[in-house]
Structure formats: C-alpha cells, structure tokens
T-cell receptor, first 110, second 114 residues
Framework: DQQVKQNSPSLSVQEGRISILNCDYT??????FLWYKKYPAEGPTFLIS?????DKNEDGRFTVFLNKSAKHLSLHIVPSQPGDSAVYFC?????????FGKGTSLLVTP | DTEVTQTPKHLVMGMTNKKSLKCEQH?????MYWYKQKAKKPPELMFV???????INESVPSRFSPECPNSSLLNLHLHALQPEDSALYLC?????????????FGPGTRLTVT
C-alpha cells in the first residue's frame, strides 16, 4: 500500500518560473520528510528535509512546506533552472526506513 | 563530506556467476542500506544494517547476501541471479543519533544479469 503519493508523474515549467512539486501521505506517524533529486543512472541526491514539528524549511532556491492537517507537503523551486530537470522523489521517514513516492519528472525549458 | 562510494559502477554477470557489490562511507554513519531501483520506479529497500548488525531484511531472496565487515563498509554478495534482478543497486547511509534522518546515497551499481 502506497503511503507516500506523488500524483503528478511529470511537470514542465519555464526557466525562471516557480516549480511546485506535491506529495501526499497517509500515515500520521511519519515524523520527518525529505526530497531527493535523481538524474538517470545516478543515485538520489538529498535536497531538503522538514521535521513534522515545522511547517516550512528553506534552503536557497528550495523551500519545503508541510501541512500536517492535510497530510500534504510541497517543494517549491524558485527560480527554476534547466539543470533542475530531473526526477524528484518525496520520502517520509519511519524508524530506519524511508517510504518513497513514485517520483515526479520535472522538465525546465529555456 | 557526504560521499558514499560504490564499486563497480557497472556489472554484467551470468546466471551462474558469483559477484559482489561494494559500498563505503567515511561519515561515521552507523546505519547502512541496500536498495534496488528499477527504471522509473522509486528505490526499493532491501536490507538495513545498524551498528554492523542486520536489522531489516525486506524478504529479499537468498541469492542476495549482505555483509557488513565494519562500520564503513557494506557488501552485497550475488549468486545465481535471474535476469529480472537487473537493476540499479544503491547503497545509502545515515546517522543514528539526533533527529536527522537524511540518507545519503551512493551513485549505484548498474547490474545486468544475462
């Protein structure tokens, strides 16, 4: 049963604009959420994380928002750059394990 | 330094071969992981080692045998694999103290079973 869901398989955004990637989860026991970026044939790269006691975390062009009541988080990338084109995975921590969403493929066009 | 290294980068093996994948990290992380990833899918957890002891085995077939010789190294021994085992095999590590749960992944080993 998929406990972390990324319902948009793909997203296309123009360079310079905002990219918003969404993620929903079902397990209210998740206490930590992470976003990873992945290029083909490479390992996922950690981007940004947020604890369940916060509602926002910012790191440069990347901001993650958490809405616990809606069990929803989002990753904002501003401004989007062509190098941001990759697959983005949302993950939720449970004990020692990460539960991953299926990923959203972001394409940033010039 | 958040580097996890994996060797080899690519591996082609027959169904009767025995091979090993290697992973190394020098971040002092005491939790290490093996994942399998198929194209266009999320990473799928295989094994978790905590303080050099196997703590999670996600019902992985015995043709995959993990080993943690010390706190920096993690191996995955492969024997009698099937073509459907072809995938990207990822190693990751994580701290086990405090409230940071970020796992850091290696670049992966692209395995092809012929």
């Amino acid at each position: 049963d998929q406990q972390v869901k990324q319902n948009s398989p793909s997203l296309s955004v123009q360079e310079g604009r905002i990219s918003i990637l969404n993620c929903d989860y079902t397990n209210s026991m998740f206490d930590y959420f992470l976003w990873y970026k992945k290029y083909p044939a490479e390992g996922p790269t950690f981007l940004i994380s947020i604890s369940s006691i916060k509602d926002k975390n910012e790191d440069g062009r990347f901001t993650v928002f958490l809405n616990k009541s809606a069990k929803h988080l989002s990753l904002h990338i501003v401004p989007s750059q062509p190098g941001d084109s990759a697959v983005y995975f949302c993950a939720a921590n449970s004990g020692y394990a990460l539960n991953f969403g299926k990923g959203t493929s972001l394409l940033v066009t010039p | 330094d958040t580097e996890v290294t994996q060797t080899p980068k690519h591996l082609v093996m027959g169904m009767t071969n025995k091979k090993s994948l290697k992973c190394e990290q020098h971040m002092g992380h005491r939790a290490m992981y093996w994942y399998k990833q198929k194209a266009k899918k999320p990473p799928e957890l295989m094994f978790v080692y905590s303080y050099e002891k196997l703590s999670i085995n996600e019902s992985v077939p015995s043709r995959f045998s993990p080993e943690c010789p010390n706190s920096s190294l993690l191996n995955l021994h492969l024997h009698a694999l099937q073509p459907e085992d072809s995938a990207l095999y990822l190693c990751a590590s994580r701290v086990t103290t405090g409230d940071a749960y970020e796992q850091y992944f290696g670049p992966g080993t692209r395995l092809t079973v012929t």
